[in-house]
């Protein structure tokens, strides 16, 4: 027992003496360690995090299965039709949305404008996180757009040279995350954008000379196969339909998850460019230490000391600030790569899904189902 304890205090006594040292080989390995585990778990979790995601938003925002865009200036016909076919579970009424420009903080955004109701709707519920619902003269939009033009709560946004001021910040499964949130967009190639939601009056007020389409968001009886229904509602021998275009909710989590695969490889590399970097500062650590080392080696064996304890003394020091080195950076890795895994804020985490408008702020509607 004496034989440990005075090996235990040589070990503190070389700590306290040096603690720069023993800090910087702290770091070091808690940065490799770290950034190894982040960068494996972001490579095998980045699916699962962006399912995982998604399906919290489409759960709390009861997210739609299939959206019809449609070009026709009445799509009550379409909608019937759509409504009275084998499989429908639920409909929306026809959402009135069109594709614009936008201005905010001297800067202009590709965008789209749905006209929204302050009631909740059967499909497609947006969950409000901060601020209230669309009211008259107010818009709302969605979380990732918002932070990517810097707006806040008050802050004002121009649509086709009328100015609304924003009201608040909502998250939906209806479309991808911002940039690929603009789905109000007729025939011909989309272009990147984000969503932004006014009442319906004000939508129609604000359209101008852009071209408008509606959205009809279905629920199926069955989710798992859209494809199929569609094969058999949108069939070559429909002529006299408008032109109509759909997306799946797997179209939504497929867009998403790549947005994620493509910045995967950056994170990944940085992390192992990282972890090599520590690497090196450990072997320079060992290298300016391994005189002073064999320096101790002779003074402990001149006292008597034998090969094991010799051993013991010099290792162990190194031993201890590696496993609670490691056990840092597990840990910091670990919660690191969830966050890294989630596309933007405009998908939800479990404390936005939690979160409510400020009651000071809450308008007479639910704030997570307009």
């Known amino acids: 027992m004496g034989h440990l304890l005075l090996m235990w205090r040589l070990i503190l006594h070389d700590i306290r003496r040096r603690p720069g040292e023993a800090l ?22 980045t699916d699962n995090a962006v399912d995982a995601g998604y399906l919290k938003t489409r759960a709390a925002t009861a997210g739609p299965d ?45 965008t789209s404008i749905e006209g929204r109701d302050d009631s909740p709707s059967a499909v497609d519920r947006p969950l409000v996180t901060s601020g209230t619902w669309v009211h008259p003269g107010g818009a709302v939009i969605e979380r990732g757009f918002a932070q990517a033009l810097g707006v806040h709560l008050g802050d004002h946004v121009t649509i086709t040279g009328r100015t609304y001021p924003v009201v608040g910040t909502a998250i939906s499964a209806a479309t991808p995350v911002y940039p690929w949130s603009d ?20 939508a129609r ?35 006299d339909d408008p032109w109509v275009n759909t997306r799946t909710w797997q179209d939504v989590v497929e867009t998403d998850t790549n947005m994620i695969k ?43 000391a034998g090969p094991g304890t010799v051993t013991a003394v010099l290792l162990a020091q190194y031993l201890i600030l590696t496993v609670l080195a490691t056990a840092l950076g597990l840990t910091a890795g670990t919660l690191a790569a969830p966050i890294w895994s989630i596309p933007a804020p405009g998908c939800s985490t479990p404390s936005a899904l939690q979160a409510p408008a400020p009651s000071s702020q809450r308008s007479s509607s639910p704030s997570w189902s307009p």
Do not use: C
């Open 262 to 304: 493509q910045t995967q490889p950056a994170l990944v590399i940085g992390g192992w460019l990282l972890a090599v970097a520590a690497i090196v500062t450990l072997a320079a650590i060992a290298t300016a230490r391994a005189t002073r080392d064999n320096r101790r080696a002779g003074l402990l064996k001149a006292v008597g």
């Open 66 to 110: 299939i959206t019809a865009i449609t070009t026709a200036t009445d799509p009550s016909g379409l909608a019937e039709r759509l409504a009275d076919t084998p499989g429908v579970a639920a409909q929306a009424d026809p959402v009135y949305a069109f594709d614009t420009t936008i201005r905010a903080h001297g800067q202009s955004a590709h």
């Open 24 to 45: 910087m080989f702290l770091l070091a390995v808690t940065i490799a360690t770290a950034t190894a585990t982040a960068s494996l778990t972001l490579g095998l979790a």
């Open 205 to 239: 007020a604000a359209v101008g000379d852009a071209p408008s389409v509606y959205l009809i968001h279905l629920k199926l009886t069955d989710p798992t196969t859209p494809l199929r229904w569609l094969d058999g509602v949108f069939t070559p021998d429909r002529q």
């Open 183 to 202: 789905w109000a967009q007729g025939p011909g190639p989309s272009d990147k954008g984000g969503r932004i939601w006014l009442t319906a009056a004000d």
